[in-house]
């Protein structure tokens, strides 16, 4: 067996690049936090989206013991990755599918949604922004500009999500 050391720990690699996305994005993250204090005293939501992996950002600060109360996430069963890949690809590529979601909610203008997609170029986030800006809400943004960069929409808008939402969080994400 051979006792070569492994060059760099999970935490090694992440920690630095949390900081970094942390850094890189503080005047966003300090907008975006000033708005949701304000948001949370005028009795507002925030909602949260994602489909595929990026689901489990609402599912993640949705309705944990002690979470937030004023969170609404926006999910799916058929977006989310227990659907499989099969299912989840094809659905979050088509126009149309997250109406619904956005309508059973009940989001008032001025409320904030976040949208997270690592590449920003599926159908459900770019439909969610628009329908979202549509009723007045402001629209966040959590996704990797340089891997958006790298690719063409899956929307027929041909706009990704950093291009249409009114804030970005830059992840930093890679191609």
């Given at each position: 067996m051979s006792s070569t050391r492994i060059k760099k720990t999970y935490a090694e690699l992440a920690f630095p690049h949390l900081n970094e996305v942390l850094e890189k994005n503080q005047k966003t993250l300090q907008k975006i936090h000033e708005r949701l204090v304000k948001s949370v005293k005028e009795g507002e939501s925030l909602f949260i989206f994602g489909s595929g992996h990026s689901a489990l950002f609402p599912m993640e600060?949705?309705?944990?013991?002690?979470?937030?109360?004023?969170?609404?996430?926006?999910?799916?069963?058929?977006?989310?990755?227990?659907?499989?890949?099969?299912?989840?690809?094809?659905?979050?590529?088509?126009?149309?599918?997250?109406t619904p979601l956005l309508n059973r909610a009940l989001p008032?203008?001025?409320?904030?949604?976040?949208?997270?997609?690592?590449?920003?170029?599926?159908?459900?986030?770019?439909?969610?922004?628009?329908?979202?800006?549509k009723r007045g809400m402001r629209t966040v943004a959590f996704t990797s500009v340089v891997h958006s960069k790298a690719l063409s929409s899956r929307h027929p808008s041909g706009k990704r999500l950093f291009e249409i939402c009114d804030e970005t969080v830059d992840l930093g994400g890679r191609v």
């Open positions: 600060l949705y309705h944990r013991a002690g979470g937030a109360s004023f969170v609404i996430p926006l999910v799916a069963d058929f977006l989310l990755p227990t659907a499989g890949p099969p299912i989840v690809r094809v659905l979050e590529r088509t126009e149309g599918l997250v008032k203008k001025g409320e904030m949604i976040w949208i997270a997609s690592q590449s920003g170029i599926n159908a459900a986030g770019i439909d969610m922004a628009l329908l979202a800006q």
